[in-house]
């Protein structure tokens, strides 16, 4: 990874486009200091304080520290995640938005404003609940409807900057920009954990054993996230011999490779971003349902913890089995093969190839799925375990670790790509 991030840097595009996003990333952590007029921050820092290593923080720990500044980014780019959840599960549903994307380019074009708008509204509920929720007691007292309404504003227009500049990373930076927007949220809260560890072992709250042990698994966790992310099957391919006039084509041998993790993070990301929404609803008041909600949809009692785990469990495994559908598709790859005279050995081309490719898929899919799914859960398990003050679980470890291995080969295939280009020359 090293080695491929300073060859990188000798090249003066790449260069170019890695100091664009740097800026990009820059601009976002210094947008996470600038707060929010009229919110009194004493008061938000007690709310956060009262319910310690609790869903407050794992919001604060999702969005990069910028919902404990409440700055302008405190509602992050997740009401764009959860958009884009809602619009490709209605592209399934409805026949209009499945043309779309079938449309290539303007297709997308045109799917993606929808995400936007979709995007900002849900954006303009979240400020709500957090200005007239959650946060509430801070609002200065003074203030009046058209204070509140700025507050508002603000953090709709804070989204809606996040989205611009992930969209600006992804068009001219090295690409995957909502996902980068997300690692250098996580990571940056990685130094604050850290430092709580060491004061409680130095206070001897925390036994070093522990923390021995909990350093251990939590490094096998991470390479066993690069090995399923880099996993992959390869299904053999020949294609028969083909005489054109005087040439004869084709007689070649290949291999079709099927990653065991074809969906990368995005599973994840959303069971997170979904689990999220009725742990936010218990912050708004402290109703029946919120209090029903509390207990048994969130990771902090013994019940929670477990209800919460098989939801994770189940969403990972959904959206990995979506994901992968959407961007394998086995029948049209079994006739591309047919149409070129390319067949599995042992496989009749045609409809057998289709079955035999979605059985091997699917297999691989459940493994992928299930494996991202345990690890999901396992740190936060540990955490419980070891009472330990970790506000970052399986979740934040498997987005930073596969978003690190996909902007790492995002750049490899542009550098591919500038050789290619320099060779044509």
Not at 80 to 106: D, F, H, M, N
Not at 178 to 184: G, Y
Not at 389 to 402: D, L
């Amino acid at each position: 990874m090293l080695s491929t991030l300073k060859n990188a840097w000798k090249i003066p595009e790449i260069r170019k486009k890695m100091n664009f996003t740097l800026l990009m990333l820059l601009i976002f952590r210094l947008g996470s200091s600038i707060p929010v007029p009229y919110m009194n921050k004493a008061i938000i820092k007690s709310i956060f304080e009262s319910s310690q290593y609790g869903i407050l923080q794992f919001l604060d720990m999702m969005a990069g520290g910028t919902f404990s500044n409440f700055s302008i980014f405190a509602t992050n780019i997740y009401p764009y995640i959860t958009a884009s959840i809602v619009i490709q599960l209605l592209t399934i549903a409805i026949p209009s938005l499945e043309e779309l994307a079938k449309e290539g380019e303007e297709g997308r074009k045109k799917i993606n404003k929808y995400t936007r708008i979709l995007a900002m509204v849900l954006a303009a509920v979240t400020a709500l609940g957090y200005t007239m929720g959650i946060f509430r007691s801070a609002l200065d007292p003074s203030v009046g409807t058209l204070q509140k309404a700025i507050v508002v504003i603000t953090l709709v227009a804070g989204t809606a900057f996040l989205i611009w500049i992930g969209e600006q990373i992804t068009e001219y930076g090295i690409g995957n920009g909502i996902s980068l927007i997300i690692f250098v949220g996580i990571i940056s809260r990685f130094p604050a954990d850290v430092i709580g560890i060491v004061r409680g072992v130095a206070a001897g709250s925390i036994g070093i054993l522990k923390v021995i042990i909990f350093a251990i698994l939590f490094v096998a966790i991470i390479a066993f996230v690069v090995a399923l992310q880099e996993g992959e099957r390869k299904i053999p391919v020949q294609y028969a011999k083909r005489v054109v006039g005087r040439k004869m084509y084709g007689g070649q041998s290949t291999h079709i490779p099927v990653k065991v993790s074809m969906a990368g993070v995005m599973p994840v990301i959303f069971a997170s971003s979904l689990l999220s929404l009725p742990q936010t609803i218990t912050l708004f008041s402290d109703g029946a349902f919120a209090q029903w909600v509390a207990k048994y949809l969130t990771p902090q009692g013994t019940v929670g913890l477990w209800v919460y785990s098989i939801l994770n469990v189940a969403l990972i495994m959904f959206f990995t089995y979506f994901y992968t559908a959407i961007q394998f598709n086995t029948v049209e790859y079994a006739k591309s093969l047919q149409q070129n005279g390319g067949f599995i050995p042992g496989i009749r081309p045609g409809r057998p190839t289709s079955e035999y490719l979605n059985k091997v898929v699917s297999r691989l899919t459940f493994v992928g799925g299930f494996s991202l799914a345990i690890l999901a859960i396992l740190p936060l398990i540990m955490s419980k375990i070891f009472q330990m003050p970790i506000n970052f679980g399986g979740t934040a470890v498997i987005i930073v670790v596969g978003v690190a291995l996909e902007t790492v080969k995002q750049i490899e295939s542009q550098m591919l790509m500038r050789h290619y280009k320099g060779f044509l020359k």
